[in-house]
Each structure stands twice: as structure tokens, then as C-alpha cells.
């Protein structure tokens, strides 16, 4: 692989450009900023490294950027990637342009370069590194990067239901991976769920002055009586059979659970906190995270949130609530639930809106895609990579690979500190240029496995 590595080499700052300048096109999906714009900027970038790429339509939502590349094994591998990327507010919090992809400290500084276009611009990079180097790819290579998984993927569904022969893989390389606070990599072997649901209350036709809250409903109050009915102090949720379907982890997986080392002081003082929920630790601690669901307010908002003071009624009150799912639940199951929960405590008047539902999946730690990532990682980074059965984070895992029978990985250039989602999101230039290398290896691995 050294004929390989030198080329990577050489050519780091032409990929590092090429990452800057996808970085620099803004795409954020929920505010609809650049988006049609990136998708012909990666669509390019595919053309440029010999893919066959085009766009495809999502019946109403963003293009998927979908690109293949031939390569002399029969044996196919897909990289899952999106080129959405989260809003960059609150702008005062960032130390550089999110848009500049500046480089300082040996990172690269912007909105997208760990979540998600660093891990599109490594591949691109690895494709096109090893076609230059050796006139072509050891196995085939499909690129299938959607716009829309930060706001849920919701119509990935209409992609995968229409073009289901453009899916097929023998595996899948997901979105994100990294190394953690110990500067370990970590391979994830699956994602939760998710049910996201927004509430709403209603009271008055117009916000009212407060002095009238004697006789007139306030829709504030409804949402948080409503909300605190869902989840009790004890963390368990009280939606009943919420639980019914989940599935504990295999002896197998709690192994894995096992070996994953004990980073509890370092994530509590990356967190600012003393302690965990409950008090866990330990193993239980490390089965609540990965195998137990969760329900957590993300937003909520109603009346007078400004500075000083407005005495007002509110005549409405929002809730952003999201359930993190484990395997066997089903997103549309947990949500007509919730329904019946909030009919049956006395809030039928609370409208619950479905959006962005995801199954669960995961690939078993057996799966080959699995052992060659980890092979790859530990000849390139010398160090014993993490294995972890399954992530606490959501994706379309289920409906771009498990139910096609797909087993997928992750392998990726973030780390633990990259700030995906927050201000200030960066990787450092050598895990993208090693990021480059070890897909290069899993390439080459695999369609010899």
C-alpha cells in the first residue's frame, strides 16, 4: 500500500482544496441555503474522480447524489454519505467563518468538515488515489449521498423504494466515525431510531394580557402538564407499552460493552457535569447508552422569551420532543402510542405531529465489513480500535442497509471534540489525509475478503 500512501501524500493539499472548497458551498437543508448548488458541486466532484453520476429525485425533496465507479472484483462496497449540513447559528460563538474552511492549529475549521463533507471529500479522495496509482479500483464503488439527513431524511424512503437496485452492496461504509477523547478509533456498528414528534397547545385566538389567566386557558401550562406525563423523575418513560418490543443486547454484544474502555472522568468533564443520570456506571451505565431508548424535550417555546419582562397570556405553546429507539421498536408504533397516551391522560387537545420516523438496525460484530474496518485501522493507527455494537445517535441505517441485508460500518475522519452541530466544527488535516489512506486499505481489504 506505500505506492498508494506517497501519492496520498503528495497530493494531501490538492484533496485538502478540495474539501475547502465543499466546505465553503453552504447546504443547509433546513433553511433550504445552497442546496441545489452543492448537489451539482458533489456530482462533479463524482465526474472528476471517473464515477457515472447523476441526480435523483426525491418526489419533493432534495436530490440524492448518486455516483458508480467499476472496478475488477465483482464484489460492491457503498459509501453512505449527505451533503446537508446543520444551521451555523449562533454565529458569535464561532471564531472563524463556518463558510471559510480556514485552516489554524493543524485543523480545518468550519460548518460540514467532520459532519459530513470531510468523510465525502476522503472517499472522493481514496476513489480517485487509487484509480491515479493503479489504473483502477480492486471491487465497485457506489456513492449514494443524500441531502436531507440532518432534517430526518425524509425522503430517502422515496429513493430507496424507487431505485432499490441502486442500494444493492455487498457493504456499506456509514457517514461518520472518528476517535474518541483517548485518541482510540471507534467503529460503530449500527444506529438507533428515532420518533420525533413537535406537540402543540392552543388557548386563545391571540396571545392576552396575563391578568385574564383567572378564566382563560393558557396552552403553556397544557404542554408542560402534557409533557410531564410522558417521562417520570426515575427517567422511565410512561407512554404505556413503550417498552413492549425492546430487545436487551446478546451476551455477544454486551461483551463488546465490556471491552469498550472506562472514559466516564473524561466524558463528564467534556460535559461539565459531576455525574450521570441515576448515578450510573459501569456497564449499566454503557447499556442505558447504547440499548435502552430514550424521550427528551429538544425544544420548546410559547409567549414572551425577550429581554426584561411581558406580562402576556400565551395563545400558543410548541414542544420538540424525540424518542431515540433500540431494536424491535418501530417509529410509527412508539408515535400512534404517544396518541393514545396523551387521549387517554386527558390531552386530546394537544396535537402531535410526526416527523423524521427511523428505525433502529444494526450489523452483527461477526459481519466481514466489520473485521476489515478494524483490521485497517489498527495497521494504520497502531492503536486497538473500539468496537462498539451500536451508536446512540439516529440515521437512515435501516432504509438505505438493513432492509436491503446490507451490513454497514463506520469509518471516519471526525473526533471526539469535532463539535458536529455546535459552533466551531473542525477535524485535523492528518485524520483527513490518514481518513483517505484507511479507505484506501478497506478498498482494497475488502474485495479481497
Known amino acids: 500500500m506505500d505506492d498508494l500512501y506517497n501519492h496520498i501524500d503528495e497530493h494531501a493539499n490538492h484533496y485538502i482544496a478540495a474539501l475547502q472548497r465543499?466546505?465553503?458551498?453552504?447546504?443547509?437543508?433546513?433553511?433550504n441555503v445552497g442546496m441545489a448548488e452543492t448537489a451539482a458541486l458533489v456530482q462533479e466532484m463524482l465526474v472528476g474522480i471517473g464515477a457515472e453520476a447523476r441526480l435523483y429525485d426525491t418526489r419533493g425533496g432534495y436530490p440524492v447524489v448518486y455516483g458508480e465507479v467499476a472496478g475488477a472484483a465483482p464484489k460492491t462496497l457503498s459509501f453512505y454519505n449527505h451533503y446537508d449540513v446543520q444551521p451555523v447559528e449562533p454565529l458569535d460563538l464561532w471564531q472563524s467563518d463556518p463558510w471559510a474552511a480556514e485552516i489554524r492549529d493543524g485543523r480545518i475549521w468550519g460548518r460540514g468538515t467532520s459532519d459530513n463533507k470531510g468523510n465525502i471529500a476522503a472517499r472522493v479522495a481514496a476513489v480517485d488515489a487509487y484509480r491515479q496509482v493503479r489504473g483502477g479500483l480492486p471491487l465497485n464503488v457506489k456513492f449514494i449521498i443524500e441531502g436531507e439527513e440532518e432534517i430526518g431524511s425524509?425522503?430517502?424512503?422515496?429513493f430507496t423504494a424507487d431505485h432499490a437496485d441502486l442500494c444493492r452492496a455487498d457493504a456499506c461504509i456509514w457517514e461518520f466515525g472518528g476517535k474518541d477523547l483517548e485518541g482510540r478509533p471507534v467503529v460503530y456498528l449500527g444506529l438507533k431510531g428515532i420518533c420525533y414528534v413537535e406537540l402543540r397547545a392552543r388557548g386563545a385566538n391571540q396571545d392576552q394580557h396575563s391578568s385574564i389567566a383567572t378564566s382563560t386557558p393558557n396552552p403553556a401550562w397544557r404542554l408542560v402538564w402534557a409533557l410531564a406525563s410522558l417521562k417520570g423523575p426515575d427517567e422511565r418513560v410512561l407512554i404505556p407499552g413503550f417498552y413492549d418490543k425492546v430487545v436487551p443486547p446478546t451476551p455477544e454484544e454486551v461483551a463488546a460493552?465490556?471491552?469498550?474502555?472506562?472514559?466516564?472522568?473524561?466524558?463528564?468533564?467534556?460535559l461539565g457535569i459531576d455525574r450521570f443520570l441515576l448515578d450510573l456506571t459501569g456497564i449499566e451505565l454503557k447499556k442505558r447508552d447504547y440499548f435502552q431508548p430514550t424521550c427528551t424535550i429538544s425544544g420548546i417555546e410559547s409567549g414572551y422569551t425577550g429581554q426584561g419582562s411581558k406580562t402576556v397570556l400565551p395563545s400558543r405553546a410548541m414542544a420538540k420532543v424525540d424518542m431515540r429507539l433500540v431494536a424491535d421498536q418501530d417509529p410509527h408504533e412508539i408515535f400512534a402510542l404517544l396518541r393514545q397516551h396523551l387521549d387517554d391522560e386527558g390531552f386530546s387537545d394537544i396535537e402531535a405531529i410526526l416527523l423524521g420516523p427511523e428505525k433502529p438496525a444494526r450489523t452483527p460484530l461477526s459481519a466481514t465489513i466489520a473485521q476489515v474496518v478494524v483490521e485497517a485501522y489498527r495497521e494504520l493507527y497502531d492503536a486497538e480500535p473500539?468496537?462498539?455494537?451500536?451508536?446512540?445517535?439516529?440515521?437512515?441505517?435501516y432504509e438505505l442497509c438493513a432492509r436491503f441485508g446490507i451490513d454497514a460500518c463506520t469509518a471516519g475522519v471526525g473526533h471526539a471534540r469535532s463539535q458536529a452541530h455546535a459552533p466551531n466544527e473542525n477535524i485535523y488535516v492528518d485524520d483527513f489525509v490518514r481518513g483517505i489512506k484507511h479507505i484506501c486499505l478497506i478498498m482494497d481489504r475488502f474485495a479481497r475478503s
Open 386 to 397: 473500539v468496537v462498539s455494537p451500536t451508536s446512540a445517535g439516529s440515521g437512515p441505517w
Open 154 to 158: 425524509p425522503h430517502l424512503e422515496h
Open 22 to 31: 465543499l466546505v465553503q458551498q453552504p447546504s443547509v437543508a433546513a433553511q
Open 257 to 270: 460493552l465490556e471491552r469498550m474502555p472506562d472514559n466516564e472522568a473524561k466524558r463528564l468533564d467534556h
